[in-house]
């Protein structure tokens, strides 16, 4: 063995160590206690993987400008991003991955051998890579809300259709380019068309099944990594890259099952079209409450459950939320938060921002271990909740989210619906919830509403 | 050939033994596993460090992958470590 078949395999065995780094490290990610350790172990391995392929490398001066530039950028939004802004920065770092990836097979492209198994390996990770990246920085422009394009506008249902040509172009990349070799640069043809058609995959898909798209493209990207192990025929990408595919696609289904949509109505479909419209009108009015009526009944109740949704997002209510709940625990009531899966954009969004204002998440509870209790439960506040809480769900079989798991608050002795106006929420459905007679609204601007109660407790 | 059946079992295998490992994750750490698991998608830092550089279009795309998957592995697990750290127990 000469020597630099002995460096070769001394890096497979490193990597090796590194895969079971990785194994080890996302195991431990998926429960509370274990969660830091986790991610430490996980760093500990990619360390190691990078370390041992820098031992011998072609070209050091590039590799380190690379590296130092990606280092600063990357530790300086990872540390300047506000929490309530994560769901964004996950789903641009997840872009950026893809980036790396489309650039890998790319590069690939100018010097597979004569195979053709690498030939079709080259297409699909560009392909993959690509529409990572373009779809994550849709994504990531949908949950800054710096992009706002209408579901309906021309201009989607253009991108929509690239999205489709591209991947017509895909299977003719795959399957005809290598046997009648075009005339043209079909490849630039490829790289251009999988930019666009990422951007029409994501562009029509609307903000509530964000979580769904946001857990798609992860699991994208990590395939897209072990498609590049593949290609560059590197055990440590394949490892890593498919752990990360399939813990992205767990995410994927959880939220599905969440909204009991499969995964192919949420992304082709959407809500408009599969409502068959025949919407049952709303009998009975709305009771409005006012800040002062509500404290006092929050004051005579012994248990509260508290449902937060994009809405408490929206109006950065968290901290006065955590307020309110202390408050009530100091006067001796139950406080609880009842956390759907697909509130919010992202998974576990809300769990982030109860987080970050300090609530533990011992008392969080899902939707499951609160349901069969409900009617022990004094006051139910939903705040910027709406269709997690839409009983039409478990009581309407025409409607369009019917069958979807909700956190049934209806069966709480009282509820309080935290709400800026009557609008419906993002599926479009009507919440007969607003019409039950337990039910009271209070309108106005969460924060401001649940401020109002917070100094009402202080007084 | 050969090496290529020999990869894609490691492929599945791996992909099968993710999805036991994390079957059953609490919601609470929904958004830190996801982003965690994007920071390990960054180990495509070491598929870009082993790329070819014989031309110079080669060269800036090594450059450019290296650069984005480096802000992928350093952004990840730094936003990662710092949303674990507000988990806490009461």
């Known amino acids: ?459 | 050939m050969e090496i290529y059946v020999l990869l894609g079992f490691v492929l599945i295998l791996s992909i099968y033994l993710g999805l036991e490992l994390i079957s059953k994750v609490p919601s609470t750490l929904h958004t830190p596993l996801m982003s965690g698991a994007n920071a390990i998608s960054g180990i495509a830092l070491v598929g870009a460090l082993v790329l070819n550089s014989d031309t110079h279009l080669q060269e800036i795309l090594a450059l450019l992958a290296i650069t984005f998957a480096s802000i992928n592995v350093f952004g990840g697990y730094l936003v990662t470590n710092r949303m674990l750290k507000m988990f806490k127990k009461k």
């Not at chain 1, 011998?56 to 280092?71: E, K, Q, T, W, Y």
């Open chain 1, 1 to 459: 063995m000469n020597f630099i078949e002995n460096i070769s395999a001394f890096q497979n065995i490193i990597y090796i160590v590194s895969s079971i780094l990785f194994i080890t490290g996302i195991k431990m990610l998926g429960k509370e206690d274990t969660a830091v350790k986790g991610n430490f172990l996980s760093a500990l391995a990619m360390f190691t993987a990078v370390a041992i392929t820098l031992i011998d490398i072609v070209n050091p001066l590039l590799v380190i400008i690379g590296i130092s530039i990606g280092a600063v950028i990357g530790s300086l939004i990872a540390l300047k991003v506000k929490m309530t802004s994560i769901p964004e920065m996950v789903a641009l770092f997840n872009g950026f991955g893809g980036l790396a990836t489309f650039f890998i097979a790319w590069s690939e492209f100018y010097s597979i051998p004569d195979n053709t198994f690498q030939y079709v390996l080259v297409m699909i990770t560009t392909y993959i890579g690509g529409v990572t990246f373009s779809g994550s920085i849709i994504a990531y422009g949908k949950l800054s809300e710096k992009l706002k394009i209408q579901k309906t506008s021309l201009i989607t249902k253009f991108l929509t259709t690239i999205f489709y040509a591209s991947l017509i172009y895909l299977l003719y990349a795959v399957f005809i380019s290598k046997i009648f070799v075009p005339s043209f640069d079909f490849y630039t043809i490829l790289l251009i068309l999988t930019l666009l058609g990422g951007i029409g995959f994501v562009i029509p898909i609307g903000g509530g099944d964000m979580p769904v798209v946001i857990s798609l493209l992860n699991s994208f990207s990590g395939i897209a990594a072990a498609f590049a192990g593949l290609l560059l025929l590197n055990n440590v990408l394949i490892v890593a890259g498919s752990l990360v595919g399939a813990s992205g696609l767990i995410l994927t289904i959880i939220m599905a099952k969440a909204m009991n949509r499969s995964i192919g109505n949420i992304l082709f479909v959407g809500y408009a079209s599969s409502s068959s419209g025949n919407k049952s009108e709303e009998t009975g009015e709305v009771k409005p409450i006012s800040v002062s009526d509500a404290y006092l009944i929050l004051e005579n109740s012994s248990s509260v459950l508290i449902i937060p949704g994009y809405g408490m997002a929206v109006a950065q209510a968290q901290h006065v939320v955590r307020e309110l709940g202390e408050l009530l625990e100091a006067n001796g009531t139950e406080v609880k938060y009842g956390i759907h899966p697909v509130a919010g954009r992202m998974p576990g969004h809300m769990n982030v921002l109860l987080a970050e204002a300090n609530v533990p998440y011992d008392v969080l509870v899902e939707p499951d271990d609160v349901n069969p209790t409900m009617d022990t439960v004094d006051v139910a506040v939903v705040i910027g909740a709406n269709d997690v809480v839409n009983p039409s769900a478990t009581e309407e079989p025409g409607s369009p989210i019917y069958g979807m798991p909700i956190i049934e608050v209806h069966n709480a002795r009282t509820v309080f619906v935290l709400k800026r106006s009557m609008s419906s929420g993002f599926a479009g459905v009507q919440n007969p919830l607003f019409f039950k007679e337990n039910t009271r609204m209070l309108f106005g601007d969460a924060k401001d509403s649940i401020g109002g109660l917070v100094s009402e407790f202080k007084d």
